[in-house]
């Protein structure tokens, strides 16, 4: 099944017009950085989507993946931080831009002892922030609103995605080709509404 | 009525809509890129209904041109006119008939306007199909050019005379069209080559053409988003060009660097589909 089913092209061309909506809307965000991190994140949504529309699922299987993908989580979670988190700006940002160079790095040079742990420790932090954080600034009330929580159900998805992208590449046949294959765009259709759902009440 | 309907269902593919569809975009992109008061629908509907005139009339002189060719590539050679299901004549007469009104409607509404929509279609026609596209490889650059018209057409008739904006713009669609024509030429090298028709690919070879792809990918990109601040585009529809072009140029660099027919696809489409979405901005924004 390295064509993408005709039912899940439109579900992909939605997730494609929400991220690029929300790259015009920039995440609401008046900090610059911030702005800039969730069009790089979102960006990189609707590039990969519209190629996975062209190309098919194939391309899920294509090395680079796991580099493009380690960015929308890291973009987001920088946004995050640099919105909510201000003390913790820089040394964020380093460790945004440390861990993918050495994902990027990794990936490249094939020391394969580092692959796997590296990129568990980036996307961890990066998932744990993209989830906690939201939940967090709704408690203490820096964000009033509680729907700010759906961008902890985008961060859920987006490991959910995550897992499924992993064992697809593992191919471990915990779960078949076809099953991720098919059920992989709703998944980043409903992230992917999660987030923007979940920024627009800011 | 079912002779009609016929009739119809050829001409429309005659005319190529998708390719006609998207040249049409560009103009009227061009158009709306000038901002209120200076547009209304009137003369928007007039813009769109001239342009569609004259591009479907110089698609058709094109096809009639070049109806030997087309009947030797696999690729083509069931197009009505290539496949007999239109004769040459009707062909001819259907082509003059909507260049002329297409040309002379622009006329009537601006003399600059109209102007440069019948140089688009003299390069397009006469200069591109007739004069080189059989000789040089090189006839490229006058599709791109003819294929800028529209867009420069439009957005100077709305701005009441020529800009640096227009200009601009009409070169983001030069440089665009290289991405879009080659990609084409590699995938269908081999219906090219029993036809005759030069192309970077049999004149030069694939690496090459592929290195002029990332090139043009890059200047179109830069010439669309020089133009998009030009035309005073708001911060965010800019981010999104932004990210539209980073698309196409990254997708022509990996093009170049792993090649595949599968990609080399990807490009022709995501192209095409970048071509839309930037107009579609241009219009909104």
Wanted: aromatic share 10%.
């Amino acid at each position: 099944m390295k064509n993408l089913a005709r039912a899940n092209r439109p579900l992909l061309f939605l997730m494609v017009l929400l991220a690029a909506y929300e790259v015009t809307v920039g995440g609401k965000s008046s900090q610059v950085l911030a702005t800039w991190a969730y069009t790089v994140a979102f960006g990189v949504l609707v590039v990969a989507g519209l190629v996975l529309i062209l190309l098919g699922n194939e391309v899920l299987e294509k090395p680079a993946v796991v580099i493009i993908s380690s960015i929308i989580p890291l973009a987001l979670s920088l946004g995050l931080v640099v919105e909510f988190l201000p003390a913790w700006h820089w040394p964020y940002t380093i460790f945004v831009l440390v861990g993918f160079a050495l994902i990027v790095f990794t990936r490249i040079q094939s020391p394969r002892r580092y692959q796997i742990p590296l990129l568990a420790l980036v996307h961890a932090v990066a998932g744990l922030v993209i989830f906690l954080l939201p939940i967090i600034v709704v408690l203490n009330g820096t964000v009033p609103q509680a729907w700010f929580v759906l961008i902890s159900v985008g961060a859920a998805l987006i490991g959910l995605a995550g897992m499924l992208l992993t064992l697809l590449r593992s191919g471990r046949q915990f779960l078949s080709q076809d099953v991720i294959f098919s059920v992989l765009p709703a998944i980043l259709l409903l992230m992917t509404a999660a987030f923007v759902a979940g920024f627009q009440v800011l | 009525m079912i002779f009609i309907r016929m009739k119809l269902k050829l001409y429309w593919k005659l005319i190529k809509s998708l390719q006609t569809g998207l040249l049409l975009a560009t103009g009227l992109a061009g158009y709306m890129s000038a901002r209120c008061p200076i547009f209304n629908a009137p003369q928007l509907l007039a813009v769109a209904a001239s342009l569609f005139l004259a591009i479907s009339g110089s698609t058709i002189l094109n096809m009639w041109y070049d109806r030997d060719i087309d009947a030797r590539m696999l690729r083509t050679c069931m197009r009505p006119l290539a496949s007999g299901q239109v004769s040459s004549k009707e062909a001819l007469t259907l082509g003059l008939i909507l260049s002329i009104s297409g040309v002379g409607w622009s006329l009537a509404i601006d003399p600059l306007y109209g102007l440069i929509v019948a140089a688009g279609l003299f390069l397009d026609v006469i200069v591109y199909t007739v004069w080189l596209k059989r000789k040089t490889a090189w006839s490229i650059i006058w599709g791109g050019i003819s294929g800028g018209m529209p867009i420069l057409a439009g957005r100077t008739l709305a701005m009441g005379g020529m800009d640096w904006v227009g200009v601009t713009l009409a070169l983001g669609i030069l440089f665009w069209i290289p991405t879009h024509i080659m990609t084409f030429n590699i995938r269908n090298a081999a219906d090219y080559l029993v036809a005759g028709i030069p192309t970077f690919v049999s004149r030069y070879n694939i690496a090459v053409t592929r290195k002029i792809i990332v090139i043009c990918s890059i200047l179109a990109a830069m010439m669309m988003s020089v133009a998009a601040v030009g035309i005073g585009m708001q911060v965010g529809y800019l981010r999104l060009l932004a990210v539209l072009s980073s698309g196409l140029v990254i997708l022509s660099i990996n093009s170049l660097l792993k090649p595949s027919e599968k990609l080399n696809f990807g490009l022709f489409k995501y192209a095409s589909l970048y071509m839309l979405s930037s107009m579609i901005l241009m219009m909104l924004a």
